[in-house]
T-cell receptor, first 113, second 107 residues
Framework: DAGITQSPRYKITETGRQVTLMCHQT?????MFWYRQDLGHGLRLIYYSAAADITDKGEVPDGYVVSRSKTENFPLTLESATRSQTSVYFC????????????FGSGTRLTVV | GQNIDQPTEMTATEGAIVQINCTYQTSGFNGLFWYQQHAGEAPTFLSYNVLDGLEEKGRFSSFLSRSKGYSYLLLKELQMKDSASYLCAVRDDKIIFGKGTRLHILP
């Protein structure tokens, strides 16, 4: 099906482990984004990408790494997970014009124990 | 700096009208979005304003005043399914979200 898919939907990992959250979109949208959503903070931008091989930091990038070797994939890696990274992570894509807004993936609920 | 303010919570009655306000201060402006988010789900797009004025879409309308850094989302004929969080977001070179307004609908 066309759309934007995230995997896994739920993940529990231990402190210090590396974990990668996957995001795949089928529209060839130029822009892709990673947000985390926490109670009391709303959605905060971690990283974004304007095109393949172009990425940039958002509001809260520390502890995260992204890559975008192909337009359709935008994985987010936590290099050494910490408890403060327990959150719900949303991937989103946006057309160049952006007039229809983001399309969000279903989210990944990550728990770091 | 970038700042987007909206009320944390609001309560309204089924069948009534509610207005959710959003004020913003951003270094640039390329449009304002409203999203709806039900608990445990992803946000979904409601509206986009880039010019001043009112955009109407069914029971939902969104207003923008760029000179005042102000927008509102108007929900008419409230239904129980409208119980959700409503997110105001401003596009500069990227999209910045407010913390959201949790709307409770009473029967």
């Amino acid at each position: 099906d066309a759309g934007i898919t995230q995997s896994p939907r739920y993940k529990i990992t231990e402190t210090g482990r590396q974990v990668t959250l996957m995001c795949h979109q089928t529209w060839s949208h130029s822009y892709m984004f990673w947000y985390r959503q926490d109670l009391g903070h709303g959605l905060r931008l971690i990283y974004y990408s304007a095109a393949a091989d172009i990425t940039d930091k958002g509001e809260v990038p520390d502890g995260y790494v992204v890559s975008r070797s192909k337009t359709e994939n935008f994985p987010l890696t936590l290099e050494s997970a910490t408890r403060s990274q327990t959150s719900v992570y949303f991937c989103a894509s946006l057309t160049q014009q952006g007039i229809h807004g983001y399309t969000f993936g279903s989210g990944t609920r990550l728990t770091v124990v | 700096g970038q700042n987007i303010d909206q009320p944390t919570e609001m309560t309204a009655t089924e069948g009534a009208i509610v207005q959710i306000n959003c004020t913003y201060q951003t270094s640039g402006f390329n449009g304002l979005f409203w999203y709806q988010q039900h608990a445990g789900e992803a946000p979904t797009f409601l509206s986009y304003n880039v010019l001043d004025g009112l955009e109407e879409k069914g029971r939902f309308s969104s207003f923008l005043s760029r000179s005042k850094g102000y927008s509102y989302l108007l929900l008419k004929e409230l239904q129980m399914k409208d119980s959700a969080s409503y997110l105001c977001a401003v596009r500069d070179d990227k999209i910045i979200f407010g913390k959201g307004t949790r709307l409770h609908i009473l029967p």
